[in-house]
C-alpha cells in the first residue's frame, strides 16, 4: 500500500487529454511539500518529468503539465502520442515517515 | 551530458551481502546529494537511501536501516551501497539517481536477486 495514491490505469485516445491524480495526506502532500512526476517507459530506468509540482526540466515537451491542490496533485498529458505509453509515478516527502514516498504508479495506454 | 552507470548487482542468498557501485560523469559530483532508489520487480519505487555532497547527512528508508551503508568518494566520483544481511525482499534493480528531493537523473540500473 503506497502512501501516494494513484489510479492503477488510464487511457486515452491519440490526440486526446489525460489526467493522472496522486492523492496524499496531510503528513506529504497536504503539508506543502512538493510533488515530483517520472516516467517509466517498461525496461527503462524512470525519468524526471516534472518537478517541484509544475517544473519540466528542459528536453520534456510542454503537453506535460502539473498541479497540486490541497492535499493532492495531477498530471496532465495533452495531445497524446503513442511514445507516452509509460508508467508514471508520483513522489513528495512525507514528514511522519521522514523520507521521500512514492505513489504505486500508473500505466498510461494510448488507444 | 549526465552519466551514472550502476553496477555491483548479482545474486545473492538470503543473509549474504554485496556491494553497488555508480561511476557518476558529466556535472560536478561533489556537489550533489546521491541518492539510490530501487523497484522491485512487477512492483512500485522506494527510496532507499540519500547522501549529502560531504557525506556528513545520510538517511535510509526504514526496510534497510541497520543494513545498508551508503558512502561516496568525491574524488573519483563514486557513490556506493554495501548492503548486508540481505533478504528476499530486497531483490528489485537499484538505481542511482542525482539528488535528494527528486531523481533528476537515474542510471540504468543494477539487478540484485537475494533467493537460496
Redesign the interface.
Given at each position: 500500500q503506497?502512501v501516494l495514491t494513484q489510479p492503477p490505469s488510464v487511457s486515452g485516445a491519440s490526440g486526446q487529454r489525460v489526467t493522472i491524480s496522486c492523492t496524499g495526506s496531510s503528513s506529504n502532500i497536504g503539508a506543502g511539500y512538493?510533488v515530483?512526476w517520472?516516467q517509466q517507459i517498461p525496461g527503462?530506468?524512470?525519468?524526471?518529468l516534472i518537478?517541484g509540482n509544475t517544473n519540466r526540466?528542459s528536453g520534456v515537451p510542454d503537453r506535460f503539465s502539473g498541479s497540486k491542490s490541497g492535499t493532492s496533485a495531477s498530471l496532465a498529458i495533452t495531445g497524446l502520442q503513442a511514445e507516452d505509453e509509460a508508467d508514471y509515478?508520483c513522489?513528495s516527502?512525507d514528514s511522519s515517515?521522514?523520507?521521500?514516498?512514492?505513489?504505486?504508479?500508473t500505466q498510461l495506454t494510448v488507444l | 551530458q549526465v552519466q551514472l552507470v550502476e553496477s555491483g548487482g548479482g545474486l545473492v542468498k538470503p543473509g549474504g551481502s554485496l556491494r553497488l557501485s555508480c561511476a557518476a560523469s558529466g556535472f560536478s559530483f561533489s556537489d550533489f546529494y546521491m541518492s539510490w532508489i530501487r523497484q522491485a520487480p512487477a512492483k512500485g519505487l522506494e527510496w532507499v537511501s540519500y547522501i549529502s555532497s560531504s557525506g556528513s547527512t545520510i538517511y535510509y528508508a526504514d526496510s534497510v536501516k541497520g543494513r545498508f551503508t551508503i558512502s561516496r568518494d568525491n574524488a573519483k566520483n563514486s557513490l556506493s551501497l554495501q548492503m548486508d544481511s540481505l533478504r528476499a525482499e530486497d531483490t528489485a534493480v537499484y538505481y542511482c539517481a542525482k539528488g535528494y528531493k527528486y531523481g533528476s537523473n537515474w542510471g540504468q540500473g543494477t539487478l540484485v536477486t537475494v533467493s537460496s
Open positions: 503506497s512538493d515530483h517520472y527503462t530506468a524512470p525519468k524526471l518537478f526540466p509515478y513522489q516527502y515517515l521522514s523520507g521521500a514516498v512514492f505513489g504505486g504508479g | -
